[in-house]
């Protein structure tokens, strides 16, 4: 069975900092690329960054360029991103998403719980 | 490229047939994805590649379209599927997503 399992999530300040976690379970981790997807509180999803199986090749929304850093540890089965000079609209709750393949594309396939990230004064 | 879902909101009787739409700004072959969300719970793939059934997912719902024009049909809505649906295509950076529908049970 496919676990994920956020952590990391919390009050910040803006301009503050945040890593959030993700530790992978039921499957062979470095075979998958994977992501973070955010919600913020009544709202749609938003695609944030992916990582590749290797952690090689990475990819950001723009809202994330420059301040979020997407990572991974494939010896711990375990998935980051370090949210910098995080601000009120980055309140959201954070998902950590699996990719699956078909058709030479990846496509959404299994999400953890997510864990809420609060940036407010 | 934008995904453009409709309607936004809708209510439906159990037994119903209901159908979601779902348009991308541009073509995007079948790479769309449709997921569906209850209140406090994280989304759940029910179709990929446009009309692909995940193993699970219960055989009322289905998907169909190609290029700009997808469609999320349930053929006869039950009180389990009272949710929130969300397309998204995935042919290309950076990934989009539709603005949701929310069904409810009348």
């Known amino acids: 069975e496919v676990r994920l399992l956020e952590s990391g999530g919390a009050l910040v300040q803006p301009g503050g900092s945040l890593r959030l976690s993700c530790e992978a379970s039921g499957f062979i981790f470095n075979n998958y690329a994977m992501n973070w997807v955010r919600q913020a509180p009544g709202k749609g999803l938003e695609w944030v960054a992916t990582i590749d199986s290797t952690g090689a090749g990475t990819y950001y929304a723009d809202s994330a360029k420059g301040r979020f850093t997407i990572s991974r540890d494939n010896s711990q089965n375990m998935l980051y991103v370090q949210l910098n000079s995080l601000r009120a609209e980055d309140t959201a709750r954070y998902f950590c998403?699996?990719?699956?393949?078909?058709?030479?594309?990846?496509?959404?396939?299994?999400w953890g719980q997510g864990t809420l990230v609060t940036v407010s004064s | 490229i934008q995904m453009t879902q409709s309607p936004s909101s809708m209510s439906a009787s159990m037994g119903d047939r209901v159908t979601i739409t779902c348009r991308a700004s541009q073509d995007i072959g079948t790479y769309l994805v449709w997921f569906q969300q209850k209140p406090g719970k994280a989304p759940e793939c029910l179709i990929y590649a446009a009309s692909r059934l995940r193993s699970e997912v219960p055989s009322r719902f289905s998907g169909s379209g190609s290029g700009t024009d997808f469609t999320l049909t349930i053929s006869s809505l039950q009180p389990e599927d009272s949710a929130t649906y969300f397309c998204q295509e995935y042919v290309s950076y950076p990934l989009s997503f539709g603005g949701g529908t929310k069904v409810e049970i009348k």
């Open positions: 998403v699996k990719v699956d393949w078909f058709d030479n594309k990846g496509y959404f396939d299994y």
